[in-house]
């Protein structure tokens, strides 16, 4: 009985493209909130120095009291153009999918019902003032990936749209 040979060419690329999805979700999530957190830290120090006063307090509203998370959906929507505009990986589009799902699976099993799940994991229903984390495992998470992947994509199909005339309704080739 013959052995069956295994492509090792093939799995190497397997694992390859494994891993760099596994980057990318990372990045588009905790990568984004972690960036996120040191940009207004920066902004806080740049305040000093000019003699603005921008407290602590203030700076933490601006990345955890606000829902929907505004600051960190930015940060990823800006992330995921930058970096899409060079790599042009179409990973980079799908990196909200896990994200989605593990969201649409809290939502199933949590107490909250009708509407007041929504404004509890999206908006003022639960907030870190409250000692109420719910937000972050949940919807950051979303958001932050949601933001990443949109800007990936609005990248690539910007520069699509720019070699092929600026027609305005091509979708993005896969790389």
């Not at 998370?69 to 990196?95: C, D, E, N, S």
């Not at 199933?108 to 003022?124: K, W, Y």
């Not at 870190?128 to 933001?147: E, G």
Request: aromatic share 12%; net charge positive; with cysteine.
């Amino acid at each position: 009985m013959p052995e069956k040979s295994v492509d090792f060419a093939s799995s190497k690329t397997v694992r390859r493209a494994i891993a760099r999805s596994t980057l990318h979700l990372l990045l588009g999530t905790i990568g984004i909130v972690l960036l996120s957190d040191v940009l207004i830290g920066t902004e806080n120090s740049l305040a000093q120095i000019w003699n603005v006063s921008v407290t602590y307090k203030q700076a933490s509203w601006l990345l955890t009291e606000i829902p929907g998370f505004p600051v960190q959906a930015a940060v990823g929507l800006l992330l995921g153009f930058v970096l899409g505009k060079y790599l042009k990986r179409r990973y980079m589009i799908w990196t909200w999918v896990l994200p989605f799902v593990f969201t649409c699976l809290i939502l199933a099993i949590s107490p909250f019902h009708g509407s007041s799940i929504f404004v509890h994991f999206f908006g003022t229903g639960c907030s870190p003032r409250n000692h109420c984390f719910d937000q972050f495992v949940v919807a950051l998470p979303l958001i932050a990936s949601s933001a990443y992947s949109l800007g990936a994509w609005l990248s690539i199909w910007t520069s699509n749209a720019r070699k092929n005339g600026a027609k305005g309704r091509n979708i993005p080739q896969q790389v």
